[in-house]
């Protein structure tokens, strides 16, 4: 049993230390200098620990008093006091009180500073036993947490070649949906809100994240980062600088808001055979699947459920690997609709998703890695709502909530609502509030592939990267009879013009150089084509960059990083897109960043 073991020993001092270790039934108390009675602290101990009575004890003590008065009477009389000395610590008396207390006389330096010693020895145990550290070194807890971040500034340059079609052909769905219905009968579908297609802007953008990952033992660890963003866009942390979006207060050095982009719990399966892993993750995650940003943004966070494992062969690399998650991607309004009484139905949107694949090491030199991935987005497509009266824009109907809550370019929409003809809206001529659904259902086969060539190394390092996707949710004939855009010129036998839509896609890319950028002047060029038809992919979750953002595009993507340090690099990019089908449409961007990271 330790004789010491509360951190206020620290504080109080050597009569603390003694009325501590001694209890409120023994306490001692600092008054007198006695070199004859050091021993006097020991006897203290011997009591406290019931080697000794307190009888026996009174009856040392009295022996040693005795003692110290006839060697006091022996002695000449005392010169006068010298200045107290700062490290003397002193005792009253020595005697028994009726209590049973004992007054203790002196504790020579010596002693305190065995007790100081002890003391410490035992408190720093037992603050290592609970997690704390010595003096001087990091906690455990420290340890076990890594702190990153990084940050972007970019210019870019978005350019119009002449010849877009500029006279209402881009509608932005997302501004409407997001915002009042649209009343469609006003304009014949000259939708109010469009696009930009002919005007060039220069920009600068900063992103910035940071973020946590903890080890909590056991095999879970934990995921945190926060991010800029100038609006809650899934596809883009850019903030541009001095941007005012969408009309919004912005500008002027206005602040600007910090958004939660990760936040998930992880467990780690322990090895229960040889060469097998199993990773489980909850909450807000980077995406789980092996992928390009043909499907999904290289910034695109998950949210939901996920697992992969993988189990290594030990041949030739071998080592396949399955992915699987569900992913609410809408939550329906708990009090839809929210001005009227009675509620509708709930169309909760998922994506579930499942991936086979495989990496493959055919020696050190060449290395491979394939898979096949099936993504089911269910309620993602629009509903056309029941026969519905509206009467003004605050009118609901029960299919609202089907339309999409994010939206960018290039998918194919139609109207929501059944709008039923009154004498209020003429009979169907007026009064025609409607928001626009997507118009096809998604269910996406995809391959994606890596071919990675070493043997170039130290000089450079060859891979290539390619994936093909299609939508089997597609069905044209249904969608062509709806759809409000991705229409083509008019025709003899329609005046809306035929649909021009389609459900494919792949992208294919080359590099050269590093792939890491660990030092300074590492390196790396990137070269690739990408064609991806207007409803092979949600277009709100596809790269922001290309065309601006979403799909019904087909194009170029050249770029090249260089690392001016190991934690600083820089990156010159050029993508040149084009529209697939439809009104004419090109975009090119120019994007100059500096990236920096820790």
């Known amino acids: 049993m330790p004789i010491f073991h509360k951190r206020p020993m620290l504080r109080h001092g050597l009569a603390g230390l003694a009325a501590l270790l001694l209890g409120t039934s023994l306490p001692v108390i600092a008054h007198a200098q006695d070199d004859d009675s050091s021993n006097a602290l020991l006897i203290a101990i011997l009591v406290k620990r019931g080697v000794i009575t ?33 490290e003397s610590a002193t005792i009253v008396s020595s005697t028994t009180t009726p209590d049973g207390t004992i007054h203790v006389t002196y504790i020579p330096r010596i002693v305190r500073d065995q007790i100081t010693a002890q003391v410490k020895q035992e408190v720093l145990a037992q603050e290592q036993a609970q997690g704390y550290a010595a003096p001087d070194e990091v906690p455990d807890w420290v340890k076990h947490i890594h702190i990153y971040g990084d940050f972007r500034a970019r210019y870019e340059s ?31 579908l000259n939708f109010p809100s469009q696009n930009n297609v002919d005007q060039n802007r220069d920009r600068f953008r900063i992103r910035a994240r940071i973020g946590l990952d903890a080890d909590l033992g056991e095999g879970f660890t934990l995921g945190f980062r926060l991010a800029t963003g100038e609006n809650d866009s899934p596809v883009s942390e850019n903030q541009t600088l001095g941007g005012a979006p969408n009309g919004a207060q912005g500008g002027e050095f206005s602040k600007y808001a910090i958004w939660i982009d990760r936040a998930h719990l992880d467990y780690t399966l322990p090895p229960v055979v040889d060469g097998l892993k199993a990773k489980f993750m909850v909450g807000r995650f980077d995406n789980p699947f092996f992928s390009t940003s043909l499907i999904y943004a290289d910034d695109l966070g998950f949210d939901g459920v996920a697992g992969t494992t993988s189990y290594d062969t030990g041949f030739y690399g071998l080592t396949p690997f399955v992915t699987a998650g569900a992913f609410p991607i809408y939550d329906t309004d708990f009090n839809f609709a929210s001005n009227q009484p009675s509620k509708y139905a709930s169309r909760d949107k998922y994506l579930f998703g499942a991936q086979l694949g495989t990496d493959l090491a055919i020696n050190d030199d060449y290395a491979a890695k394939l898979a096949v991935a099936y993504y089911d987005y ?43 003809p009154t004498v209020a809206n003429n009979n169907g001529t007026t009064l025609q509030y409607q928001y626009f659904g997507l118009a096809s259902n998604f269910r996406e086969l995809a391959l994606t592939g890596e071919v990675d060539f070493s043997n170039f190394d ?6 290539v990267n390619g994936e093909y996707v299609k939508n089997l949710g597609f069905d044209k004939s249904s969608i062509a009879a ?29 590099n050269v150089g590093q792939k890491e950028l660990n030092q300074r002047w590492d390196w790396h060029v990137t070269l690739g084509y990408k064609y991806v038809e207007s409803d092979a992919v949600v277009d709100g979750l596809d790269d922001s960059d290309f065309g601006l953002g979403g799909t019904n595009l087909k194009g170029y993507i050249a770029g090249a990083d260089l690392a001016i340090s190991p934690q600083v690099f820089v990156r010159l990019r050029y993508l040149s897109a084009d529209a697939i089908a439809g009104p004419t449409y090109r975009a090119d961007v120019l994007q100059l960043d500096m990236n920096a990271k820790f």
């Open 54 to 86: 307190k009888s026996d004890a009174a009856e040392i003590m009295h022996q040693v008093q005795v003692e110290q008065e006839a060697r006091a009477a022996a002695r000449p009389a005392p010169a006068p006091p010298a200045p107290p000395r700062s």
């Open 158 to 188: 978005d350019l119009f070649p002449r010849g877009n079609a500029n006279t209402g052909a881009f509608p932005n769905f997302n501004s409407i949906n997001t915002g009042s219905p649209y009343d469609t009968s006003q304009s014949n």
């Open 378 to 420: 269910s309620n993602i497509a629009g509903k056309l709502s029941s026969p519905c009266i509206v009467n003004s824009a605050a009118d609901v109907c029960d299919t609202d909530d089907t339309r999409p809550s994010f939206a960018q370019n290039g998918n194919t929409y139609f109207a929501l609502r059944d709008i039923v």
């Open 458 to 463: 130290p000089l450079a390092h060859i891979w």
């Open 482 to 510: 709806k759809a409000v855009n991705n229409r083509g010129p008019q025709t003899a036998t329609s005046t809306t013009g035929d649909f021009v839509g389609g459900n494919t896609g792949y992208f294919i890319y080359g």
